[in-house]
T-cell receptor
Framework: GNSVTQMEGPVTLSEEAFLTINCTYT??????LFWYVQYPGEGLQLLLK?????DKGSNKGFEATYRKETTSFHLEKGSVQVSDSAVYFC??????????????FGQGTILTVHP | EPEVTQTPSHQVTQMGQEVILRCVPI?????FYWYRQILGQKVEFLVS????????KSEIFDDQFSVERPDGSNFTLKIRSTKLEDSAMYFC???????????FGPGTRLTVT
């Protein structure tokens, strides 16, 4: 079946530091890949997505590239802010056939950014 | 901006009681989902719903669970006889025909005592 593995957290950084959160996946076929973010006390928000190999998703300074050869979708940001403190979830969807877009999530990575 | 809403935000119930968690998906969306997150664990898929019927469900979604879209706006998850291990955050999500982007509600925290 499908699975997603994220780097162990939590991750603590100083403001303006470079961020990488690793994500690798196992799936059949050609999944779509997502990063969701959960701010304290809120629900999951879609941060970015990529639907095919070599696609780069980007939003709010975050980027991730769909690498089929390494089955990875690492999240990066060049300069983090305190407001980026949140839990980040990598996820995949294998919609099509009998699947109606079920998302499979990684375990989540807690990011804390200090001033 | 349209959003998914869920009520209540927190529900406390006793073991063996029935609970209904409510969701109002985004109005033009056609696909609806429930997920849950036990504290400290992954977000897990429970069920997807399309065209007024369940389209896919996980092994977690046993006979104690049911979903319904009773009118044109609400989407509910019912747990018939709650167990301690049902304590979790339950998220509703919806998506449009494209299937690939799901929009999540803020969640209902269910505590079973």
């Amino acid at each position: 079946g499908n699975s997603v593995t994220q780097m162990e957290g939590p991750v603590t950084l100083s403001e303006e530091a470079f961020l990488t959160i690793n994500c690798t996946y196992t799936a059949t076929g050609y999944p779509s890949l997502f990063w969701y973010v959960q701010y304290p006390g809120e629900g999951l928000q879609l941060l970015l997505k990529a639907t095919k190999a070599d696609d780069k998703g980007s939003n709010k300074g975050f980027e991730a590239t769909y690498r089929k050869e390494t089955t990875s979708f690492h999240l990066e940001k060049g300069s983090v802010q305190v407001s980026d403190s949140a839990v980040y979830f990598c996820a995949l969807s294998n919609a099509g056939g009998t699947s109606y877009g079920k998302l499979t999530f990684g375990q989540g990575t807690i990011l804390t950014v200090h001033p | 901006e349209p959003e998914v809403t869920q009520t209540p935000s927190h529900q406390v119930t006793q073991m063996g009681q029935e609970v209904i968690l409510r969701c109002v998906p985004i109005s033009n969306h056609l696909y609806f989902y429930w997920y849950r997150q036990i504290l400290g664990q992954k977000v897990e898929f429970l069920v997807s719903f399309y065209n007024n019927e369940i389209s896919e469900k996980s092994e977690i979604f046993d006979d104690q669970f049911s979903v319904e879209r009773p009118d044109g706006s609400n989407f509910t998850l019912k747990i018939r006889s709650t167990k301690l291990e049902d304590s979790a955050m339950y998220f509703c999500a919806s998506s449009d025909y494209g299937l690939y982007e799901q929009y999540f509600g803020p969640g209902t925290r269910l505590t079973v005592t």
